[in-house]
């Protein structure tokens, strides 16, 4: 008798750590690939380049400044939809944008840009009445770089679709 709950005890023990083995590796996409595909879908709001993304255990914090509430709830319902993504704390804060830039600060902007674009040598940025249009090409990790390099400029517009993006 004794030998047999021995034995039961030891089953029940068997089936408990290869239980919580099991569960543990139903675990979800990790955080850091989390992050990097929700920072991957912010990429398409040009109003959004100075947004910071952080992720814990499934939950995307957003915190940065928008240019309305109709832009807060756009990023909120992108990153809900990011997999991997269970909540959403959206602290975003909501900052009219400057009004357009002036002609006369094309010349400011052109040189900012020029700037902010050497580090990138096959990009070519043009500046059209504060709309700065890219063209060339960028490989996918320095792309979020010079977006929030231009986007800090406040032009009127980034146009990155004519940048190959590799």
């Known amino acids: 008798m004794k030998n047999l709950t021995m034995k039961t005890t030891a089953l029940l023990v068997a ?6 083995t099991f569960t543990s590796c139903k675990s979800g996409p990790k955080d850091d690939a989390v992050k990097a595909a929700v920072e991957t879908a ?3 709001n040009p109003h959004i380049a100075e947004a910071a993304v952080t992720v814990e255990k499934g939950v995307a914090t957003i915190s940065g400044q928008v240019p309305d509430d109709a832009t807060k709830a756009d990023v909120d319902k992108t990153v809900a939809g990011v997999a991997g993504v269970k909540s959403v704390v959206n602290n975003l ?3 009219p944008e ?4 002036p002609v006369a600060a094309t010349d400011v902007l052109t040189n900012a840009v020029k700037d902010a674009t050497k580090d990138f040598p096959t990009v070519t940025a043009t500046v059209n009445d504060g709309v700065v249009t890219l063209k060339g090409e960028i490989q996918k990790a320095n792309l ?3 977006m929030m390099a231009l986007n800090a400029l406040k032009p009127k517009k980034v146009d990155n679709s004519q940048l190959v993006i590799k």
């Open 15 to 20: 089936l408990v750590i290869m239980g919580t």
């Open 144 to 146: 979020q770089k010079l």
């Open 93 to 95: 804060t909501v900052v």
């Open 42 to 44: 912010l990429l398409s």
């Open 98 to 101: 400057t009004p357009s830039v």
